[in-house]
């Protein structure tokens, strides 16, 4: 997010030179909405991460005690401004949100409260990408439940909550 005072001038000055690609802003989902604020009508795709649906859990893997409340007010912001995704006569998407969300060992990402929240609080035709590459590295060892991969059952059990919940537009990545 402090990159965006000089992404707004780039583009700005691009726009002026010609630019029409869409331009798609790949972010961790924690964002100021203020922030955001001045990307409305600039950025064409978000891309966020939701990396957890509990603050408790937020707090003890990322030290931030807000992360749901803030990356929820985040990617509202972000679906207020351009709604879902919506594509050529191509298949190609110009415009929308694609949330991405990592499934964890014993749904520790909660990602059963990421998928609610989206099929309730924006919609059931939002793009989600359930990623199941979750990799134990670096300091995820000090954790014994998070020093595992997860398996077909834990991912299936994912993508079966997206299904129950009529999420229609779950890209499915892995297994």
């Known amino acids: 997010s402090h990159y ?3 992404i707004v001038e780039a583009v700005s000055l691009a726009a002026k030179d010609g630019l029409t ?3 798609v ?4 989902g924690y964002d100021e909405v203020d922030t955001l604020k001045l990307l409305d009508g600039i950025i064409d795709i978000y891309m966020p991460d939701i990396k957890f649906g509990d603050n408790l859990k937020a707090k003890k893997y990322t030290k931030s005690a807000i992360y749901f409340d803030m990356v929820k007010a985040a990617v509202k912001e972000m679906y207020r401004q351009v709604g879902n995704i919506k594509t050529n006569n191509k298949g190609v998407a110009y415009k929308g949100l694609l949330i991405r969300h990592l499934v964890m060992p014993e749904n520790l990402s909660d990602t059963d409260k990421v998928l609610e929240f989206i099929a309730k609080e924006l919609s059931t035709d939002t793009v989600v990408n359930l990623m199941s590459q979750y990799y134990p590295a670096h300091k995820s ?3 014994p439940e998070l020093s595992r991969r997860i398996n077909r059952k834990e991912y299936g059990e994912a993508v079966e ?3 129950k919940l009529g999420l ?8």
């Open 161 to 163: 909550h997206a299904e």
């Open 4 to 6: 965006v005072p000089q």
């Open 141 to 143: 060892y000090t954790f």
């Open 168 to 175: 229609t537009n779950i890209i499915e990545s892995g297994f």
């Open 25 to 28: 802003y790949n972010t961790g």
């Open 21 to 23: 690609l869409p331009l």
